[in-house]
């Protein structure tokens, strides 16, 4: 059974191997100069733009309103599990006031 095991770790090691022989980085052109993408539209801007979006006017009230949906996102997923295991622990102390 080990004999198998070393058998496929050296076929493993040794496509791994060939692979990254083979492997060519694609030489960085000098005409295009470094650049990010717009998160909307994916036209070319800014290294430093922050946030990630063209000028026009469409691409920032859309980046606006994602970042807003994601607020109230955030705040939901915290708030609406607060307030289920707050009236477990209400409906817990009320029981047990009864009893």
């Not at 040794?14 to 492997?23: F, G, L, N, P, V």
């Not at 694609?26 to 800014?46: G, K, L």
């Not at 609406?80 to 295991?85: E, Q, V």
Request: hydrophobic share 35%; with cysteine; net charge positive.
């Amino acid at each position: 059974m080990t004999g198998k095991k070393q058998g496929l770790a050296d076929a493993v090691r040794e496509t791994a191997d060939k692979m990254r022989k083979k492997k060519r980085r694609r030489p960085i052109s000098s005409s295009v100069p470094p650049h990010r993408h717009c998160a909307i539209c994916n036209v070319p801007i800014d290294l430093d733009s922050d946030p990630p979006v063209c000028p026009e006017e469409s691409c920032i009230e859309k980046r606006k309103r994602h970042e807003k949906s994601k607020k109230r996102l955030t705040v939901m997923l915290y708030l609406f599990p607060a307030i289920a295991i707050m009236l477990v622990v209400l409906q817990a102390i009320a029981g047990a006031g009864r009893g």
